[in-house]
Structure formats: structure tokens, C-alpha cells
């Protein structure tokens, strides 16, 4: 299983963090090993500023190899949630030295991955889903916002990687990321369904 992550495709995500809008899609991987195990998360020692970006995550059901984004849609079944743990620290220095930032998002336990539901259960088109920490909002955004669909990324991730059955695509996140403290509790909602619950520590 890999999982596959999609930068900057939210308008008001980019302009919070002073970020340039491309043309394509922004994609990096996390290895298997940076999948959450369990519901606690704890904060790297390497890092003092760990951010948490909800997103909208897709399962794949059907691999494949320049799909075609008219048939992008048969090759996932299941939607869900997930949070994109970011040491913004890291990644900012790096980001300034033009260097890669994988060790800034790639990291044991940087991806949380919460229930995932048919996507039939939705509007794909008019999703909303949502971040709550400490039982405050801190996080909305809706499928309607995104730059790039969830077939255009399909399509467009499918020119270079091969996909196979398993593996998660993590959609991007809106504005409102936020770092993370000890004893904070994150719950992700997919429209009202609660479909992730994360401690820090």
C-alpha cells in the first residue's frame, strides 16, 4: 500500500500559508510506515510545531495506469477521512533551502486514516467534512472548493504511479490548520458522521 498526497488544492489553504497556485496538482508519498496505528498520536521529538490537516482520503478499489478521468470514478468505492500530521517547522526550512520535505510529512504516525464509507452514501460534488479540536471547529471545507476533483487527481496521479488496490489518496486540506498540543482531542466529520478521533500526547 502507498499513500499518495495532494498539496495545494484549496484556494484559502494556499493563501494561509503564502504558497503558489500551480497548474497540476501537487503530489508527495508517505510510506506505509507513517499510517497511524491506533488513535493516539504522539508529537515527534524532532519537531516543536506539528500541524493537523483534515482531509477527504479515497481508497482504491481497481488499479490502473493512465486512467482516463471519465473512468477515474470505477476505481475507488469508499470515501473517508484522514488528518495530514505536518512538522511546519521542518518543512519551512526546507522549504527555504529548496530541499525535499518528505521528513516533514512522511514520518511515523503522520497519517491518521479514519472510517471509510461507499461513496454512494454521497453528493461527491457538494461534500462537506470538517475538523473539530477540543470540540472547537477548526477546520470546514467542501468538494466544491477543490481546485483539482477527485478524478482529475486520479487521472493525473495514474501518469506516474501505478495504482493498485489499497492504496489511499489523501485529497488536500482547506484553511485551518493549526499545530497540535498534548491532551488535545481531533474528531474529523465526514458531513455529520463522526469518522475520526485522534488524542494527542
Known amino acids: 500500500m502507498k499513500i499518495i498526497c495532494i498539496g495545494r488544492n484549496y484556494i484559502a489553504h494556499i493563501n494561509e500559508l503564502g504558497n503558489a497556485q500551480e497548474s497540476n496538482p501537487v503530489v508527495f508519498i508517505k510510506p506505509d510506515t507513517a499510517v497511524l496505528k491506533g488513535s493516539d498520536f504522539y508529537i515527534p521529538e524532532f519537531s516543536n510545531a506539528v500541524d493537523y490537516e483534515v482531509e477527504l482520503i479515497l481508497k482504491i478499489s481497481k488499479g490502473g495506469k493512465y486512467i482516463q478521468k471519465e473512468n477515474a470514478h470505477k476505481h475507488y468505492e469508499q470515501i473517508g477521512i484522514g488528518i495530514d500530521f505536518t512538522a511546519r517547522d521542518l518543512q519551512n526550512s526546507l522549504k527555504e533551502r529548496g530541499l525535499p520535505w518528505e521528513i516533514a510529512k512522511s514520518f511515523d504516525g503522520a497519517a491518521a486514516i479514519g472510517n471509510f464509507f461507499p461513496k454512494e452514501q454521497f453528493n461527491l460534488t457538494d461534500l462537506n467534512f470538517s475538523l473539530k479540536k477540543n470540540n472547537i471547529l477548526v477546520q470546514q471545507g467542501n468538494t466544491r472548493q477543490m481546485i483539482f476533483s477527485f478524478d482529475e487527481i486520479i487521472s493525473y496521479i495514474s501518469q506516474y504511479f501505478t495504482l493498485r ?12 490548520v493549526g499545530k497540535v498540543e498534548e491532551n488535545d482531542a481531533l474528531q474529523g466529520y465526514i458531513e455529520d458522521i463522526k469518522a475520526l478521533d485522534i488524542r494527542i500526547f
Open 165 to 176: 488496490i489499497g492504496d489511499i489518496i489523501f485529497t488536500g486540506t482547506p484553511a485551518g
